[in-house]
């Protein structure tokens, strides 16, 4: 089974920088594809971004295309989410979360077909 471990969230300033960390404790992580979600407070959880079995292959939404990218280290067994230019509308807890369907090459901005949540981590941030 894999567990999933967010890390890197913190207050950060409008126009700022800042990397968030999901680091998995199963055997299988390179199997599976990856994504990150996020939700403010009182709204729904939102699809970030994806990334496929061997980082050849991601997906953002269109809110964060150009300033927010996926990476993931198989090695390491960590995903990773650098987010530039940050606005308030990016305040949010962010989640990881991997692919339900194993060795597929595609990736899904559909959250239910994600499963193995993190708890979270969170971003604030301010103007």
């Known amino acids: 089974q894999v567990q999933l471990v967010e890390s890197g969230g913190g207050l950060v300033q409008a126009g700022g920088s800042l990397r968030l960390s999901c680091a998995a404790s199963?055997?299988?992580?390179?199997?599976?594809?990856m994504g990150w979600f996020r939700q403010a407070p009182g709204k729904e959880r939102e699809f970030v971004a994806a990334?496929?079995?061997?980082?050849?292959?991601?997906n953002y939404r269109d809110s964060v295309k150009g300033r927010f990218t996926i990476s993931r280290d198989n090695g390491k067994k960590t995903v990773y989410l650098q987010m530039s230019s940050l606005t308030p509308e990016d305040t949010a807890v962010y989640r990881c979360?991997?692919?339900?369907?194993?060795?597929?090459?595609?990736?899904?901005?559909?959250?239910?077909?994600?499963?193995?949540w993190g708890q979270g981590t969170q971003v604030p941030v301010s103007s």
């Open positions: 979360a991997r692919d339900r369907r194993s060795f597929r090459a595609v990736t899904t901005i559909v959250d239910n077909e994600y499963t193995g």
């Open positions: 199963g055997r299988t992580f390179s199997t599976y594809a």
């Open positions: 990334i496929n079995l061997g980082g050849t292959s991601t």
